[in-house]
Structure formats: structure tokens, C-alpha cells
């Protein structure tokens, strides 16, 4: 049993604001070059894309939602491994896949963090006096992790108790990097079902989203918080099906998350399936360097910590990082896209030898108009959809033009979406 | 009471100075040493019939003195005269010996007569008793006695549930459990075990070998203890014999099962004074026996769908041991009063190993294949005895005075630890293979269309395509039987998962080890208890009594865990590094099913090292005692729990003959409860809980304080910062009240063999004390669940109709039949839900009154019958039977149907074929049972409906907990090859029915237990 709690005790937040306060008061921090880029990293365990969106289109997570809207997000992040919680979190913390950091299941036994540290540890080779603080009320993610760079490790006992820690925390001026992890959803999921048709686990995701909102509130709250650069990152670290996860289905694979703060654009970020190192296969080379993946995170934030330092450029050959940073320019970005106007299109398979399906996730049925553009920008497929719904499926068959990336918009008054198809 | 007392003496005085010129009869009425109860003695000339009392004694007072003719009647038995003079105030007449019927003295004594002779008392016990009874002798054990139920399950209408192919739980006509009281020598005991969920005791405590009789009572009488709707069963313990004896009884025996020896050592030592006023006895037992049981269960894991969430196959070996003792004594006085002394105790062992395989589809860590190593000393003690007198005040006057002490405990013993460590408790250690890709699931998309996994578990439909379109919702689930829509879901006796990967033993990695800790207690140190009775004629009898009984215990659970310490090692520990073997599956797993398992078991750590395992990995291991700083503190904050209740009861009541036909009883008893219990109980509301430091302060104890106030800042390290602080406060619930229970008995003599009897009585249950716990709920940690009590919870009244005929015949044949009805106010069930809470997924059971009254009908047949009218061969054979069936009906709230009551067998049968030669020492017995089927749980799991209310999920019993019926064969035979020694057979469980509990239907198995056949042989010495 995990007991529910919600905040509503304004009282207990000026009491821990004087509390803390009062602490800080006491040290005067020292000062690295470029404290003033710091990172918000919140995980919620186990939401499926499909909840999630479900849930934004009927705006019952308006913090989550007001992310997407103004940020930079995608649906199209790819797990390349484990899809177990202890595996996907050590991807998404070291910028590393399994085969380097060696966490392979929730026991974290045989990890190599001492070559693969955590993220904050390898800022801080830059930063040497960066704060960083882990909130999460899964223990194993504490106790058995090591040479993460964490100065504090919290581990309250619920979601309500770790918004609290967090908003306690956000308070501290010193304080650079702040990872929260709410573990109540992947719970509803494997009690209930991870799936939108089950009301329990949609419940449990709405309510996440009021915590989320109590932190990212606590961070605008910051008093130097005009003179601060964050970055707020939000993920989840795999979906599920049925009341379990870590299989290889795309339910549990294809995930999202998103970026917002200092510097990061509103756009929408899409890519092809580079496939999976459980499959047997190595992924592919080319769409792993295009596609969003879990491993993305780490290097980013890095990225965003220590921007033009020796850090931000070592990644690659001293650290062996398999993660890419979207802060980089030049990235096969997908510009344009405005969450205001979304139109949820799913593409499938995706890469694909050409045949796909196109269905988009509507129950009333809208007129579109679907473009396929090659990168040169020339048109090869159009099509005028009539009454186009959630029933509705459109096949497209793009087998005589050659092997790459194409780009697929898909209009409806003034919505569009632009996606980006994969024929190998 | 002063002034009673002095009545009393008045009286007394009155009737021995009144009467000078008469005198009184004493005696006792036996048959081979063994007396007789019921028997009539009559004086003809002086139109005085009076009857001996259980124990065959009987007192004529007021007899003028001069030469009387005695005569003494009992079906069965000669008709025996015998010519008194009465020339002082008592006469003794010592042991009035009757011989069996047919005018065949018996010269010699051998056991198998004695059996006999057992149901012939049996049998006229019942027969005399105004009310609805049966009455059984226990006897001299002719096999091993395992404990009370055994004994019990041969008694008509009555039913055992069983735990480990022993007798645990008893009920009358299969009633709920708990509807019934087990009582020993008209007290309930205090319960203690490891579950401790009922007030019913569980006999595994309670050896046989201390019982001299068990009367089982279907419609109560006021002088009886109330809360028995269904039944009640009282066990009379061994009294002092006549003269000297002295026995001492060793079995040896060998169980196939176990492959293990088995042993049962009595000593039973008694006698006498020369002028029969004191009596002892002192006897005591040791019982030890091994068994094996093969058991796999399923975990469903939603109450939106039917998919599996755990398959678990479980290998029992396990050792019990039973230790009895019993004492007693008595005195009588000159005027026949008596006072006695008797004490018992009873020790249970009950060491288990438990060696589970669990395929683990949906956990928080992906899916697993799971090895659990458990091993459990669980032991009980229950001790106390009374101390009573019964004293004849006058001849129309007697009063008895009884007081009772009781003790019953519960404990995990020894393990592994030694000693008394604190942290002993419910071992349990776990290996575990992670990322498991199960390959037998579908994925059911949100049309309800199903598709196959492909040979990396992707979804793919009929021509192999994996199935990708994310709009499908698609959800992956394990379906068995029809309700997997491929049609090739597993049958319920051939659960295969079939993961990609194979099992490797070099894979499985330490994951946990954990002790459930468990203290409960329970006494009862103040039974007190008089009754007084006044006999004015022959034909009337006026009780009137009252017992008060105080009752106190006390239970806690806890957890003392032990994980991987990553601050010292961070690599895997693997099984196979220490040293482990195959698993010892004793000849074969489920071989009733054909083995489906074969070959596939990982092996196991030694059980020698796993009983040290957590000691020898140091610090290796990390301690997560159960502290403020545990991770499951709060879920623990209702796992204790102490009550105090008192009862306070008096009836009065009226034994009355209207003629020599007609007869009976009526009265009506009263019963005062007052019940305290105290608790824990989370304030966890919106406002209530804090940011919270956690110290270990020195001498102080384990403190949580708030943050924003911490009093230890800068001077202690916490143990655990930043975590949730609730307040935990001290709830008490006290009830009271008065229970009112008016009864009436009418019996009619139609012939000296035509019974009929008639009841109609009211009872009632006192609801268990985990039912009205207050407080936050209990968890059952091993099982993710939680009771939670309900403290308003209010009693469950009856009104009972029985409607019995009787027939008996000679030596001991008796056919009866009958019906009866029950109307019950207030029945008290368990609901189960799973999804109050949406964050978890844990299960929820708690305690409810039915809204509208409940109705049971039922109508039973019991025949008894030796075929000893016939010659030769044939007349040596005996029939046994009985027949219950029952028809109860019950509407849950928010169902649209009735259902049968929970835990009511609909269909209950008992048929048993003896055969007896006394001459050459054969007893062979054939006994057949059946339980029909019954619903266990009804899922109660509700959620928010769209109108904002609460809606059952599922207004179907797909989710519901279902018994499955089961038919049971025993054979047993004994031969005395010498006077002192017998030999004995004895084949237990011969069809191998399993136990089998389901979900819904019966192709859904929830859990499967085989006990395999028990064959046991061996040897008794009669010293």
C-alpha cells in the first residue's frame, strides 16, 4: 500500500521554506563558471504514449500538456533495450546503453557505474561544485546505485512525500540538478493494467500530473529564478501492456518526453524504429543518430550543464556516451510542428519497406491532406482524405522511390503534422 | 451470596437430620472397567428410576431403610437385579458390572469389542439427551492419533477442513467455520495460530489421545455457551479410572508419502484409593510424523480480465510434531459430592520447507522466473485446566462451581537464528532470473481481437506480421482454457509457461531474504462458572447458572528483511556459487497430473546452507529491520493489535417429562459481551502527514520528527532523511452488548426406539476479532494482502428450527433424519476488493453485515447400522452413513443475483464400511467422504462509476473464489496378533482428490494441492 496524500497544507511549505532558508543562509556556495544552467529531470515510470495523449487531448494533464506546448517533445523516443525500470533509468542517467553500464534488470547487480557514471558525476568534472539531489521513492534506484554525482539522495516513501522533497529542494539557491522519479503510475499499471481502457491507471497518471505541476511550480518560485538558465526535462522510462512491461513490443518501446526552459524551442521531434538490441539485431546505425532514444537524455543534459567547456565536448571519444544531445545544431530536426494544432498520426510500421499504414487518432471523422516529401522537398505521394477517423487506416505504397527519409505532413484546416517516414 | 450460602447449609441440614431412618445408594455401572452412562436404575418397588451420569455413577437417596430390589436397565446390555439392605445413612455398592445382550458373558477383553462398546455408550448418550446431539467415544487409539479432528471427521454431519491432509478446522452440516464452537469440557479455548483469523480453535494443538468423548450439539441447550450457530462440538478430556492402570502404548509406523518413519509414544497411568473417594490420572503423548505435498496456485492479476499474473509451483516437506499431556484428579465426599482437578496440555511442531518455483509474468521488475527457499518452525502451546466441585446440597438440590484457566500462543520458532533472536520468523529467501520474455501470452487489442506473440514476444497476427499500429491499445495477458481466444490456452492441469530464454541454475540471483515475524497470543485467565440445579420430582428439572468468562490477547506482525549491500558488492550472488542440488521432489511433482513439470525444476540451495544462508553472507547483506526507516513501516502500522473481552452469561432453564412420552426443555440464556480492543491506526488524511527525519537516538528508541522541528539537527546522523512522518495513533473500539437467546426442546417417546425431537433455539456469532479490529488494516505480507476490520461490525443472530426422528436399534444401530432451517440476522461476510485504491494493486478484504436476513434449509440422514442380525461372514460388517444437504441464499450488495452462502457446501456425505471380528482381533474400516462444492469469496471490487458512484465491476461470479467438490477414501485395518500387540495398516487419502480452489470456473485454478496417498504401517505395544 502506498498511502495517498495531497497537498493542500500551505502552512507546511512557509515552515519548510524557513527551514530551509535558514540552512542555506548558513554556507555561502562556492561558484563554478556556468552555475547558472541548471536541470529539472522529472521521470514518471511506466506512461504509455497512447494514455498520455489521450489524456492531453482531453486536458486532464494541463502541467504535462503546457510542457508540450510551448517545448520541444516527441513521441517517437525509442527504447533500444530492457524496458525494466532499473536498465531504462541507467540509460537515460549515463547516456549509456546496457552493454556499457552492464544493469540488466531492478537488481542492479553487475553495474559498471564506475566507467559509466551517472550524468551529475560527469558535469561535475566540469562543475566540480555543482549540487545535484535524487528524489525517488523506489529504493533500489538509491541504495543500489553508485558514482551517480548525487550530493543528496532522498528517498520518500510515496509521490506525494517526493513532490514535497523536490519542492524542498528547489528551494536550496545552491542547487543545479534536480532528478525527481514518481513511481505511482508504473504500480497502478501493474496492479490494474497498463492500458487506456483501464480507469485505475489513467487515474494514477492524472494525479502525477498535479504533482508535477506542485514542482515545476516550486521551481518558478525560485527567487533568483529570472537569473537562473533551466531546463526542464520530462520522460517516462518505458510503457507496459497487460500489467507488466520489460518485453519488446512497441507498447512498451515507443515512449516520449520532453524538453522545456532555457534555449529550447517548440517544435516536435519525430523518428523511425531504429530496432532494438534485444531483437538479436544491432539497431540501425543511421536511425539511431536520427531518431530520439532513451539514451539522449544524459548528453543532452550534459550538454545544456556545461555548455562550450572540454565536458560538452568530450562526450563522444573519453566517455564512449551512445547518446546524442538535440541542443546540437544541425540534428535532422523536424521544424514546424505546433502542439496547439497537433493532429495525432500514427505511422506503422515505421521503417518500412515502403508500405505503411498512416491511421490518425480521431473518433470524428475530419477531412486531411496528406503530402510525402522527399529531403529535397519534392512531392511523392498526395492524397485527399474524405471523413478520415480513428476506424479509418490509409495505406501507402512508396516501393519504386528509393531507400531514405521522407517527410509526411498531414493537414486539416489549419492543423498540420509533420512526420518523418523511414523506407530502407 | 452470604446469605445463599446459608440456605444452602439449611437445607443440607434439614435433609440429613429430617430423614434419619433412610439412607443412600451409591454406585457405578460399568461394562469391562468401562462405565456406562445413562443406564436406569430403578427401585420398582419404591416407583424410583434415576440414571447414572457420564461417568456411570448414580446416588438413590432417601431410601427407607430395609431390603430393596435394584434394577438396571440399559438397551444393549442383560437386565441386571440386584437385592440391597439398607442399614446405614450410605451404602456402596461399588461396580455393578453389566454383560452384553444375547446372554453372552464376556470372558475376555480385546479392543476391538471395546470399540464397539464405545458407540453403544455413543449412542445412548444421544439417546437419553433431550436436545439434538450425537455423541462419539474416541476410544482407545487404534491407529495414530493425529489430533481431535480426526476423530471427529467420523461423526455424522460433520465436516474437517484440513490443512496439510490433517484436520484443522471443524463444522457442523458444513456450516461457515466459524458459525461453530469447539469446546473443550464445555469451555471454548482461546485461539492462537499462525493466522489467527477465527475464534474457532485449530486442533493441530489438540492431540486425541487426551479426549475421553466429543458430543457434537446441532440445536443448543441455555446451559450451553451461545455463540454456535451452527454447532457446537465439545471434546470431555480423560477422567481418573476405578482402579489401578497403567499403560504405555508405542507405534511405529512408516509413512510412503515422506518416506519417513513415523512415531507415536502414550503413557497413560491412573488409579484409585481403596475406598474409590480419590482418583488420579496422568497421561501423556508424543506424536511425530512427516509429510509431503505437491501444490501449484495462480495468481490472477486484474478484475478487469482473467490474465495470469504468477504460476507457482510449491514442493511441501515438512515434519509435525504433537506433545500432550493431561492430569487429573478427583475427591469425593461422603454425600457423593465431588471436587476434581483437571489439567491439559497440548504442543504443536510444525517444521515446513517450502521450496517454491514461481513463473512470475507481471511483477514491478518485468517479468521473472523466482526461487524461494522457506523454511518455518511454527509452534504452538496451549495449556490450562479447571478445578471445579460438584456438590450435592440435598437430594433436589446441586450445585456445580467451575473455574478454568487457559492459555494458547503462537510462535515461529528457531529459524534462523537460533535461540531467541528476535529476528526469527517465516524464512524466506529468493533467487530470481530476470527478463524473462514469456512467449505463451496474447495481446488482446481494444476490439477484443487476439493475436500470438512471435518468437521475441512481439504481437503478431495470422500470416506473422508483428502488429504494430499503436492504436490497438493492445494489452498482453496470459489466458488459460477458453478464455484464451486463439483457442490454445494451457488446460488447467498443464499451466506451461514458455519463456524465449532458457532457464539457466547459473542465471538465478540473490534477490532477497526476508523473516515474517509473528507473536499471538491468547488466555482466558477467569472462567468461572456455577450451576445450580433443583430436582422437586422425578419428572422436573430447574437449572439455573452462570459462567463468566475474561478473555485477553495479543498479535503482531512484522518483518525483518535483508538486501543486497551495494556499498560492499556490487556483483550478482549467485545460486550456484554455493552449494545447491536438484530438488528432492520425493519420486515426482504432480504426479496425479503425469508430472507436467518434469524435468524443468532449477535446483535448490542445501537446505543446510539456506537455513545459514543470511548468516554466512555477512556483510554482504544489508539489515532493513522494521523501523521508522523501513520502506514498509506505515503498511505495518496495523499489524498489532491486543483485546480484552468479558462475557458474562446466565440462563435459566427447565428440564420437564410431561409424561413418560413426552419431554422438554426450555429456558433462555443471556449474554452480556464487552469488548475492548486497541490498535494503531495512520492518520493519513490531507492534512496529518510531515517531512520527517528518522533517528536512532541512543537510549531512546527509533523517533520520527518533523523537519521543520527537528530537535536532533546537527547533533545526530538521521537514519533516514526527507521521508514521510504520519502521526500513528492508539484507537480503541469497545462494544457491548446483550445477546438474548430463548430455546426450546420438545422430545417424544413414540416407542423405546421411535424418537421424534423438535428445536427451535436462538444462537448467535461474536464476530472474530480481526473482523472488528480497529485501526488501519493488517497486512499479510507473503500474500500482498490486507484485512481490514471493521469496528461496527454487529453480531450475527439465528433463529434455529430443527426437526429431528429417530430410530434406534440394537447395539448401537440408530437411523435419523431431519431437516432444519436457519434464519440469520446480520451475517458477517468477507468482501474482497483489489482496486479501491488505484495506486496499487493489492488486495483488500474486509467484513460486512448482510442487509437483509439470510436463509439456510437443509435436511440430513444418518444411518448406523451392524449387520450382526445376519450369520456368519456378513455378520460381521457395520455401516456408517450420512447425508446433509443444504440450500442457502444470499444477495451481495450491488449484485443482481442471489448466490449461495459462502463457505456452505451444498452437499455433504460420509459413508463408512467396517468390518469386525472380535474373536480374531480384525477392525477393518472403509471410509468415504464427500464435500460438495462451495463458493469461498465473492469479489466485491467496485469502482467510480460515470454517475460519481460506487459500481461493482464484475455483477458476475467470474472473479469469484470457488471450493471445488472432493471425494475422499480412507482405509484402515488393525489385527491383535497378541495381547499386547497389534499390528496396523493404515491407508489415508486413497483417491488423491485434490484440494482444489478456482476462479470463476472450474478451468481456472487458483490453487491445486495434492496430499498424495498416506500409507502408514507399523507396530503398537500395549505395556
Known amino acids: 500500500m502506498k498511502t495517498k496524500m495531497k497537498l493542500k497544507s500551505i502552512g507546511k511549505i512557509k515552515t519548510l521554506l524557513v527551514a530551509s532558508c535558514l540552512v542555506s543562509m548558513g554556507s555561502i556556495y562556492a561558484q563554478d563558471e556556468h552555475d547558472e544552467y541548471k536541470m529539472l529531470f522529472i521521470g514518471i ?15 486532464l494533464v494541463p502541467n504535462m500538456e503546457a510542457l508540450f506546448a510551448t ?14 525500470s532499473g536498465p531504462s533509468w541507467s540509460d537515460m542517467l549515463t547516456g549509456v546503453w546496457e552493454n556499457k553500464h552492464n544493469v540488466t534488470s531492478n537488481s542492479y547487480t553487475g553495474s559498471d557505474y564506475d566507467t559509466y557514471p551517472y550524468f551529475p558525476t560527469r558535469v561535475k568534472e566540469c562543475r566540480p561544485n555543482a549540487k545535484a539531489v535524487q528524489v525517488t521513492s523506489w529504493s533500489p534506484m538509491s541504495d543500489n546505485v553508485y558514482n551517480d554525482g548525487w550530493d543528496n539522495k532522498l528517498i520518500p516513501p510515496t509521490d506525494d512525500a517526493c513532490a514535497l522533497a523536490a519542492q524542498s529542494q528547489l528551494i536550496d539557491p545552491a542547487l543545479d540538478i534536480l532528478f525527481v522519479h514518481f513511481d505511482d503510475v508504473d504500480a497502478a499499471g501493474h496492479g490494474n493494467g497498463f492500458n487506456p481502457a483501464i480507469p485505475a491507471y489513467m487515474n494514477a497518471i492524472t494525479y502525477v500530473d498535479t504533482k508535477v505541476g506542485q514542482v515545476i511550480d516550486a521551481l518558478y518560485a525560485r527567487t533568483n ?30 515512449i516520449w518526453w520532453v524538453a522545456n526552459g532555457y534555449g529550447i524551442p517548440s517544435m516536435e521531434i519525430t523518428g523511425a524504429d531504429p530496432g532494438s538490441y534485444r531483437f538479436g539485431d544491432a539497431p540501425d546505425p543511421e536511425l539511431i543518430q536520427t531518431t530520439p532514444v532513451l539514451t539522449d537524455i544524459a548528453v543532452t543534459a550534459i550538454d545544456h550543464l556545461v555548455p562550450g567547456t572540454d565536458c560538452e565536448e568530450s562526450h563522444k571519444a573519453d566517455w564512449a556516451l551512445d547518446g546524442k544531445s538535440w541542443l546540437d545544431e544541425g540534428s535532422l530536426y523536424v521544424e514546424g510542428n505546433n502542439f496547439d494544432n497537433i493532429i495525432d498520426v500514427n505511422i506503422f510500421p515505421n521503417p518500412n519497406n515502403g508500405v505503411f499504414d498512416v491511421v490518425v487518432n480521431l473518433t470524428q471523422g475530419e477531412n486531411y491532406q ?45 492543423k498540420i503534422i509533420t512526420k518523418k517516414v523511414v523506407k530502407h | 451470596m452470604q446469605s445463599k450460602k446459608i440456605i444452602f447449609v439449611f437445607i443440607f441440614l434439614i435433609n440429613s437430620l429430617g430423614f434419619a431412618q433412610t439412607g443412600t445408594i451409591l454406585g457405578k455401572v460399568v461394562h469391562d472397567n468401562e462405565s456406562i452412562p445413562f443406564v436406569l436404575v430403578a427401585i420398582d418397588s419404591l416407583d424410583i428410576k434415576v440414571k447414572s451420569d457420564l461417568n456411570g455413577l448414580f446416588s438413590i437417596e432417601n431410601i427407607p431403610f430395609g431390603t430393596h430390589q435394584i434394577r438396571f436397565v440399559f438397551t444393549g446390555y442383560e437386565i441386571k437385579n440386584e437385592t440391597v439392605i439398607i442399614e446405614t445413612d450410605v451404602l456402596r455398592m461399588g461396580d455393578i458390572s453389566l454383560n452384553m445382550g444375547e446372554g453372552k458373558a464376556l470372558n475376555s477383553v480385546d479392543v476391538s469389542h471395546k470399540l464397539k462398546n464405545s458407540q453403544v455408550r455413543g449412542n445412548y448418550i444421544q439417546k437419553m439427551e433431550n436436545a439434538i446431539s450425537n455423541v462419539e467415544y474416541v476410544g482407545d487409539g487404534e491407529m495414530p492419533a493425529y489430533n481431535a479432528a480426526e476423530n471427529l471427521q467420523k461423526m455424522p454431519s460433520v465436516t474437517i477442513q484440513k490443512d496439510q491432509g490433517e484436520g484443522r478446522y471443524m463444522s457442523v452440516r458444513g456450516t461457515p467455520t466459524d458459525w461453530n464452537s469447539s469446546l473443550i469440557n464445555g469451555d471454548r479455548l482461546p485461539v492462537a495460530d499462525e493466522d489467527s483469523e477465527t475464534r474457532t480453535m485449530a486442533f493441530d494443538v489438540l492431540s486425541s489421545d487426551l479426549l475421553d ?13 451461545g455463540d454456535a450457530i451452527g454447532g457446537a462440538v465439545d471434546f470431555t478430556t480423560k477422567t481418573s479410572p476405578d482402579s489401578f492402570e497403567l499403560r504405555i502404548n508405542l507405534m511405529n509406523g512408516y509413512s510412503t508419502q515422506a518416506e519417513k518413519p513415523l512415531y507415536n509414544i502414550s503413557l497413560f497411568h491412573g488409579s484409585r484409593t481403596k475406598d474409590k473417594r480419590f482418583g488420579y490420572l496422568i497421561s501423556g503423548s508424543l506424536f511425530q510424523r512427516n509429510y509431503g505435498t505437491d501444490n501449484f496456485e495462480v495468481v490472477y492479476g486484474s478484475n478487469f480480465n482473467q490474465g495470469i499474473n504468477r504460476l507457482e509451483l510449491r514442493d511441501y516437506i515438512g515434519e509435525r510434531t504433537t506433545a500432550a499431556g493431561n492430569i487429573a484428579l478427583d475427591y469425593t465426599f461422603k454425600n457423593k459430592s465431588q471436587i476434581y482437578f483437571k489439567g491439559l496440555t497440548g504442543y504443536f511442531l510444525d517444521a515446513e520447507r517450502n521450496r517454491k518455483t514461481r513463473y ?4 514491478g521488475a518485468g517479468s521473472t522466473v523466482s526461487l524461494q527457499h522457506i523454511y518455518s518452525r511454527a509452534n504452538s502451546l496451549l495449556y490450562g485446566g479447571e478445578f471445579g466441585t460438584n456438590l450435592n446440597l440435598s437430594s433436589k438440590w446441586k450445585l456445580d462451581l467451575k473455574y478454568a484457566y487457559y492459555s494458547n500462543s503462537f510462535e515461529y520458532g528457531n529459524v534462523p537464528f537460533g535461540g531467541n533472536d528476535e529476528r526469527n520468523g517465516y524464512q524466506v529467501i529468493t533467487f530470481e532470473q530476470y527478463n524473462i520474455n514469456y512467449l505463451d501470452q496474447v495481446y488482446i487489442d481494444k476490439h477484443g481481437n487476439a493475436y500470438q506473440s512471435d518468437e521475441n514476444g512481439n504481437p503478431v497476427d495470422k500470416d506473422g506480421t508483428v502488429i504494430t499500429d499503436p492504436s490497438l491499445e493492445l494489452a498482453r495477458v496470459k489466458l488459460i482454457g477458453p478464455d484464451n481466444p486463439l483457442g490454445n490456452g494451457d488446460e ?27 507473536t499471538t497470543w491468547e488466555r482466558d485467565p477467569l472462567i468461572a462458572q456455577f450451576d445450580l440445579s433443583y430436582v422437586p420430582n422425578r419428572r422436573v428439572n430447574f437449572k439455573y447458572g452462570g459462567k463468566v468468562r475474561f478473555k485477553e490477547g495479543y498479535r503482531k506482525l512484522s518483518l525483518h528483511e535483508w538486501k543486497q549491500n551495494f556499498d560492499v558488492f556490487t556483483k550478482p550472488i549467485f545460486l550456484t556459487n554455493y552449494r545447491h542440488s536438484d530438488l528432492d521432489l520425493n519420486g515426482g511433482f504432480l504426479e496425479e497430473l503425469d508430472q507436467p513439470y518434469e524435468g524443468q525444476f532449477m535446483p535448490f540451495l542445501d537446505d543446510s546452507f539456506s537455513d545459514g544462508f543470511i548468516n554466512s553472507l555477512g556483510d554482504t547483506l544489508r539489515e532493513d529491520p522494521m523501523n521508522p526507516a523501513h520502506h514498509s513501516y506505515y503498511e505495518f502500522v496495523g499489524a498489532k493489535y491486543s483485546y480484552e473481552e468479558q462475557v458474562y452469561a446466565s440462563y435459566l432453564m427447565t428440564d420437564y417429562s410431561i409424561s413418560d412420552k413426552l419431554s422438554f426443555i426450555g429456558g433462555v440464556r443471556a449474554e452480556y459481551t464487552v469488548l475492548n480492543m486497541w490498535a494503531d491506526s495512520l492518520m493519513d488524511g490531507d492534512d496529518d502527514w510531515f517531512l520527517a527525519n528518522v533517528y536512532d537516538v541512543p537510549n531512546g528508541g527509533y523517533e520520527i520528527v518533523p523537519i521543520d522541528d527537528d530537535p536532533y539537527a546537527g547533533e545526530l546522523e538521521p537514519i533516514k532523511e526527507y521521508t514521510v512522518g504520519y502521526p500513528v495513533v492508539e484507537v480503541q473500539n469497545n462494544q457491548e452488548y446483550l445477546s438474548f437467546l430463548p430455546m426450546l426442546h420438545l422430545r417424544y417417546d413414540y416407542s423405546n426406539q421411535l424418537i421424534y425431537r423438535l428445536g427451535l433455539t436462538r444462537s448467535f456469532r461474536r ?21 481490514q476490520g471493521n469496528p461496527n461490525l454487529k453480531p450475527a443472530y439465528a433463529w434455529n428450527a430443527d426437526f429431528m426422528v429417530e430410530y434406534y436399534m440394537p447395539n448401537a444401530g440408530i437411523f435419523s433424519a431431519g431437516i432444519f432451517g436457519k434464519r440469520i440476522k446480520d451475517h458477517i461476510y468477507r468482501t474482497i476488493t483489489a482496486d479501491i485504491d488505484p495506486q496499487t494493486g493489492i488486495i483488500y478484504k474486509s467484513y460486512q453485515n448482510a442487509e437483509a436476513p439470510i436463509f439456510l434449509m437443509g435436511a440430513e440422514v444418518n444411518l448406523r447400522k451392524y449387520l450382526d442380525f445376519l450369520n456368519g461372514f456378513a455378520k460381521n460388517f457395520g455401516i456408517e452413513t450420512n447425508v446433509t444437504f443444504t440450500h442457502s441464499e444470499m444477495n451481495f450488495p450491488g449484485r443482481s443475483f442471489t448466490q449461495a452462502l459462502p463457505l456452505q457446501p451444498k452437499f455433504l456425505f460420509n459413508g463408512t464400511l467396517l468390518y469386525t471380528n472380535r474373536e480374531k482381533g480384525f477392525n477393518i474400516r472403509l471410509a468415504a467422504n464427500y464435500t460438495g462444492g462451495y463458493l469461498m469469496e465473492v469479489n466485491t471490487s467496485a469502482i467510480q462509476t460515470d454517475s460519481g458512484e460506487l459500481g461493482l465491476i464484475n455483477d458476475n461470479t467470474e472473479f469469484d473464489v470457488f471450493m471445488k467438490d472432493k471425494w475422499s477414501l480412507d482405509f484402515s485395518a488393525s489385527y491383535k496378533a497378541f495381547k499386547f500387540l497389534k499390528l496396523y495398516v493404515e491407508c489415508t487419502n486413497l483417491l488423491n482428490t485434490p484440494l482444489y480452489i478456482y476462479r470463476g470456473q472450474e478451468f481456472r485454478p487458483i490453487q491445486v494441492e495434492f496430499y498424495g496417498l498416506r500409507l502408514n504401517f507399523g507396530l503398537k505395544f500395549d505395556l
Do not use: C
Not at chain 2, 213 to 225: F, N, S, W
Not at chain 2, 504 to 510: D, M, S, T
Open chain 1, 45 to 59: 515510470d511506466g506512461v504509455r504514449s497512447d494514455a498520455l495523449k489521450q489524456l492531453m487531448d482531453d486536458d
Open chain 1, 71 to 84: 517545448g520541444t517533445y516527441t513521441f517517437d523516443s525509442w527504447h533500444l533495450g530492457i524496458t525494466s
Open chain 1, 225 to 254: 529564478f529570472a537569473n537562473e538558465k533551466w531546463v526542464i526535462m520530462l520522460t517516462t522510462d518505458h510503457g507496459g501492456t497487460g500489467t507488466s512491461h520489460g518485453g519488446n513490443s512497441d507498447t512498451e518501446r515507443h
Open chain 1, 370 to 414: 496528406v503530402i510525402l516529401t522527399d529531403l529535397a522537398g519534392k512531392t511523392v505521394f498526395e492524397k485527399e482524405l474524405e471523413y478520415f477517423d480513428g476506424y479509418s487506416k490509409l495505406k501507402v505504397d512508396l516501393q519504386q522511390f528509393e531507400n531514405g527519409v521522407y517527410l509526411m505532413s498531414v493537414k486539416s484546416g489549419d
Open chain 2, 213 to 225: 468423548y466429543i458430543k457434537v450439539t446441532k440445536a443448543l441447550t441455555p446451559d450451553m455457551e
Open chain 2, 360 to 363: 512470475n509474468y507481471a511483477v
Open chain 2, 492 to 518: 488447467w492441469d498443464n499451466i506451461q509457461p514458455k519463456a524465449k530464454q532458457a532457464l539457466v541454475a547459473e542465471e538465478f540471483e540473490f534477490s532477497n531474504a526476508y523473516t515474517e515475524l509473528n
Open chain 2, 767 to 787: 464476530p472474530n476479532f480481526i473482523e472488528t479490529k480497529p485501526g488501519s488494516p493488517i497486512i499479510d505480507f507473503s500474500n500482498l494482502e490486507y484485512n
